[in-house]
């Protein structure tokens, strides 16, 4: 709602029209008329901005209260930083070496597994069925060969005597060795025979955690066809690798057993310890950095394969720099600024930023050791603005 002057005040500005209007200034002088118009316009506007401000003029801002601290100088640890994912440190295909229909599935994705350990099971009747005929031939092969070995044992002992012919004896060795043959080829048979039965279970070959599961019952299996090609994966994540690419400028500086750091975002801070185990010697060709893999101790399994991951490779000792909190510092139009204490004053700094070392952040040109950064109220201070210090 527009605020109306007080009765008096209308009535003070009014009193000059009616008096020029009393004595025909108005008519006769009409840029007396004029001055007096906007001596009123002045006179109104004065009126209003004392009404606005409360009748009083403003002050000088009162100093604003802020918390500041010294720049002090922090240890940081060099270091390679890096972004990669997590891998198995060892990984099974598993997929079926015999034909047959898929039984039953007893494993789900996820589920730890034991080497050994049954993962699909093949209808095994005609396996079994294969398995007795091939014993039966082979017990007749072996009662054949018990046979020949008896004939030729008299038929030897015949030719030792001379009552036997040299071509008599011959055909008699012959057929012994033709029953050997006969029975060593049953064996075979047989052993091939339970070897197939037994790979109607197809088993785990490491322990680790069944993935990938991509088999149903009902299925038929053919082995080199799909699906049968692979029907889960088992992986080993007791320890996993988090696999990054270094860069050529860098290999430098990154050899096996420096310590490194993993995190991901699955876990916020939580930090995994690590070692780098393996630097693949050869750039990839495309993109022409090296493959290098960092050990990392998994025992609650936390790390999956495929995760992505943050790595942080310590590359030396540890050295001093000038750090700050790091609320101390804003960021505008892609530059860092931080409020420096002159006095009672603040003054607006640009800053260069390195590495972030816990709450606080690296200060890489910019400000020195010793001096004061405003922590609170930095969107809102203005250069040369008065502050009240409180440290921190």
């Not at 990984?91 to 350990?117: F, I, L, M, T």
């Not at 029975?183 to 069944?210: F, H, K, M, N, W």
């Not at 001093?320 to 530059?335: F, I, K, M, R, Y």
Request: net charge negative; with cysteine.
């Amino acid at each position: 709602m527009e605020k109306r002057l007080p009765w008096i005040e209308r009535e003070e500005l009014a009193r000059p029209i009616r008096q020029m209007r009393g004595e025909g200034l108005v008519k006769s002088n009409w840029k007396a008329w004029l001055a007096a118009v906007a001596a009123i316009v002045i006179l109104l506007a004065l009126a209003r901005i004392l009404m606005n401000h409360g009748g009083q003029a403003a002050g000088p801002a009162a100093p604003k209260d802020v918390v500041a601290q010294t720049v002090v100088r922090v240890k940081k640890q060099p270091a390679l930083d890096l972004t990669g994912s997590i891998e198995a440190v060892q990984e099974a295909v598993v997929s079926a070496k015999v034909a047959g229909r898929v039984a039953s599935v007893p494993v789900e994705n996820g589920d730890a597994v034991a080497s050994g350990q049954p993962l699909v099971l093949l209808e095994d009747s005609d396996y079994r069925n294969a398995l007795a005929v091939s014993q039966a031939d082979l017990a007749k092969a072996q009662a054949s060969l018990e046979s020949t070995q008896d004939s030729y044992d008299r038929q030897k002992s015949l030719f030792d005597a001379g009552a036997l012919s040299a071509s008599d004896f011959e055909g008699v060795k012959t057929s012994l060795a033709v029953a050997q043959a006969d029975a060593d080829s049953a064996a075979t048979a047989v052993d091939s025979a339970r070897e197939a039965l037994q790979e109607t279970s197809i088993c785990s070959p490491i322990s680790g955690v069944a993935a990938n599961l991509d088999v149903e019952v009902g299925e038929f299996l053919t082995p080199g066809a799909p699906p049968a090609t692979s029907l889960l994966n088992v992986e080993d994540i007791s320890s996993v690798y988090a696999v990054v690419n270094v860069e050529q400028g860098d290999l430098a500086v990154v050899r096996p057993g420096l310590a490194a750091r993993v995190t991901t975002d699955a876990y916020g801070a939580r930090v995994f310890s690590g070692t780098v185990e393996i630097i693949n010697p050869v750039a990839g060709s495309a993109t022409r950095v090296f493959e290098t893999k960092i050990r990392v101790a998994n025992g609650d399994q936390l790390l999956r394969p495929g995760m992505f991951v943050n790595v942080s490779i310590d590359t030396g000792a540890p050295v001093d720099v000038v750090a700050v909190p790091q609320n101390a510092v804003v960021s505008t139009a892609g530059l860092n600024y931080v409020l420096v204490v002159e006095g009672n004053r603040v003054k607006r700094q640009q800053v260069q930023v390195g590495q972030v070392i816990g709450q606080s952040v690296e200060i890489t040109s910019g400000l020195a050791e010793g001096q004061q950064v405003v922590l609170t109220d930095i969107d809102t201070l203005n250069d040369g603005d008065q502050v009240t210090i409180s440290t921190q």
